[in-house]
């Protein structure tokens, strides 16, 4: 599966009445949870992206969204995917005691599945650029979170992940990236850094021997996985179903090895 240039949704918004949704979302609304077209659309709020850019968070009934544009970035009622992205990251690790780095913050389900994944010795920092999501996770979605941002093996970073990462090396155990919709600067075009060959290289330094850098996607990119080779890490690239019961739309995520786990990352499926 190639990536064409169009960019996929995530999964759907909560468009209950059909306001608001792009044609290739309608399907995941007839079939998804919560798709009473008779709910309407709120927003809840919206914040500016620093260099400029605006989110949105939209309720309809009980489920959320955050949406750039006409594109949802996250939603609350379909999120497996976020979820395996940390999940599938510490089987391949094997070691629980570990300094983990998350870009993004989103609606918490990767932090959520990283504090039920490593041990209570583990460290996990999420790097966030925008001042509102942090805001919305303590307030709008806080049922979302729990006590999760309160865990003393969080820290939340009010910064752009890349400037984490270009400040570290040899630190990290994993690098979570869940920043866009796959591996371009979509929300932000400075955002380009963090897949190009130069930004890859920086992440590969800041992870410890072994480490693992685990990318999520809306779609495939044939071009940003020979960079991940090029740049020094062993691939191994998997598909997930967009949303629940989906099978034809996927999402994927690249796991790429620093030199030291080559040998030992098995090719886990989902």
């Known amino acids: 599966m190639n ?27 007839e079939n998804g949870a919560g798709s009473d ?27 959320f969204s955050i949406q750039f544009g006409d594109d949802e970035l996250m939603g609350s009622r379909d999120h497996e995917s976020e979820k395996a992205l940390a999940r599938l990251t510490q089987e391949r690790l094997a070691q629980r005691d ?14 959520g599945a990283a504090l039920d994944a490593w041990s ?50 040899d630190r990290f155990d994993a690098i979570l990236l869940d920043v866009d919709n796959g591996p371009d600067g979509f929300i932000r075009k400075s955002n380009d850094r963090l897949y190009s060959t130069d930004g890859l290289e920086m992440a590969y330094a800041a992870l410890k021997p072994g480490g693992l850098l685990s990318i999520w996607s809306a779609y495939s990119d044939d071009a940003f996985a020979e960079r991940l080779e090029q740049a020094g890490f062993c691939l ?34 989902a």
């Open 120 to 169: 209570q010795s583990a460290t996990i920092t999420v790097a966030e650029l925008v001042p509102k999501i942090i805001s919305w996770a303590n307030g709008p979605l806080m049922h979302l979170f729990g006590t999760n941002l309160t865990d003393p093996r969080v820290r939340i970073q009010l910064a752009d992940v890349f400037d984490v990462i270009t400040h570290e090396k």
């Open 98 to 111: 570990v300094d983990i780095l998350i870009g993004g913050l989103g609606m918490g389900f990767t932090l």
């Open 37 to 63: 077209k008779s709910l309407p659309i709120i927003t809840v709020d919206i914040a500016d992206i620093p260099g400029g850019g605006q989110l949105h968070l939209l309720q309809c009934g009980t489920e």
């Open 236 to 269: 191994d690239e998997i598909l997930l179903p967009a949303f629940s019961g989906s099978a034809e739309r996927w999402h994927n995520i690249w796991f790429a090895a620093k030199a030291g786990a080559c040998q030992s990352v098995p090719a886990l499926q």
């Open 3 to 29: 990536y064409s240039g169009t960019r996929i949704a995530r999964s759907s918004p909560p468009a209950c009445n059909g306001r608001g949704a792009s044609p290739e979302r309608k399907g995941v609304q």
